[in-house]
């Protein structure tokens, strides 16, 4: 997660494209009919790359034992292009996610190599974790983490029971990128808050960037599970049954798991570290979950209810419109602009009933309409479908937050509305 998040940082500063093929910023060369692959497949583990360079060899011990010998854990770079070179790998690009520690390694040395090509200068950083140094570690302010222990962290570091030499266990700059890091519950939860807001002044990458990133590349048929860049994407229900993607990156090594998980709807996250002979951390983010998201489900609803459902009116009086809130979905139930019953005129073009009201961005919602078309998706054309006024779709829907209360505002028709009945008075005290 944290390679990948520094090669976005890297792309917003116009270091690299996440379309630029690697090979020549590491002199790779590929398995005949391979490649090339670029940033973007191996930050989302779709180049099809062995998931171990170099891999296990099983030729002393298959079929006798499945354990192959491997070296990967502390390869050079020379040894992890040569393993490419000489290895056919699992797919072809963008044929399916393939789990690929060779692949982050990769990552995490082209942005090393496409770093120093642009500064053009011996003061560059010159290894992985000098790059994460400098452009994470330090400003967010993460004091704890590092990929070696040191006289300063050593005394706060958990050692395991279950091979505990593994804290003082030097991957190497080739390996660093695909794990091995330490980190902290406390510089987890920096990260966690700038990417939940990314307004946050130390954030690192801005939210356009967050939104980029916190979407699936591949979803998998069990229509449960996904994959991200490098999430791994699961899809539960909150309490009115509606899907919650989870994004987690989850870690596993003998002794030590580990789970960052980001909840982008509901706006929080969950983070697990832990030692000893539990193996998975997804039952107990599951658990966190079933126990959560109903009191985020809660909030949210009664935070609806304080600002935004109730009957509206106009400033003149004249004109209306109601907004109900139901299995924590906002709807527009009455509209009446101008004498004419909004919601009608709607229905006779798509049928009867209320209309949702869709979240496009800060404090903005579109009235949503179902396509008038049968063979096209609900918001492939109805989010701006009956026209344009002063440049403002006639849909949108603002709320400005004031003073004296939350002001309803159609921009299109340069409309204000006051809410004077709240359906839900105790909520909205």
Known sequence: MFTALETLILRNRGVLNLDDPVDKLLSLTYHTNYGPITFRQ??????????????????????????????????????????????????????????????????????????????????????HAELMHRDVFTPLGLKDSSFLTSPTNRANVVVPSIQPGDIDDDHGDASNPSGGQLSSV???????????????????????????????????????????????????????????????????????????????????????????PMTQTIPLTNLIFDHVQPAFDAIMEAEAHKSLVGSWLSDDGQDNIAIDIEAGSLYVTRYILNGTDVLAVMHNHIGSGKLPLWPTSENEYRLAVPSPYGDCFFSWITLDIYGYINGTSVNVFEFIDSEDGVTLYLPAMDMKFKRTIDSNPQLSA
């Open 186 to 276: 406390s510089d987890l939860v920096k990260v966690m808050q700038t990417l939940i807001d990314p307004s946050r002044p130390e954030s690192a990458i801005p939210a356009i960037t967050v939104r980029e990133w916190l979407r699936p590349i591949h979803s998998w048929v069990d229509d449960y599970t996904a994959v991200g860049a490098p999430w791994e994407i699961i899809k539960p229900k909150d309490s009115y049954g509606r899907t919650q993607p989870l994004y987690q990156k989850l870690g596993e090594m003998p002794g030590y798991h580990s789970g960052f998980i980001i909840n982008p709807t509901s706006s929080y996250g969950i983070i697990i570290l832990s030692t000893g």
């Open 42 to 127: 191996l930050m989302s583990h779709m180049s099809g790359l062995n998931t171990f360079s170099p891999p296990g060899d099983a030729s002393g011990s298959w079929p006798k034992s499945p354990e192959g010998e491997s070296s990967s854990g502390h390869a050079t770079l020379a040894q992890v292009l040569e393993s490419i070179a000489s290895h056919r790998p699992i797919a072809p690009p963008y044929t399916f996610p393939v789990y690929s520690n060779t692949g982050y390694k990769l990552l995490g040395l082209a942005n090393v190599a496409a770093n120093r090509a642009f500064e053009n200068h011996t003061d560059a950083p010159s290894t």
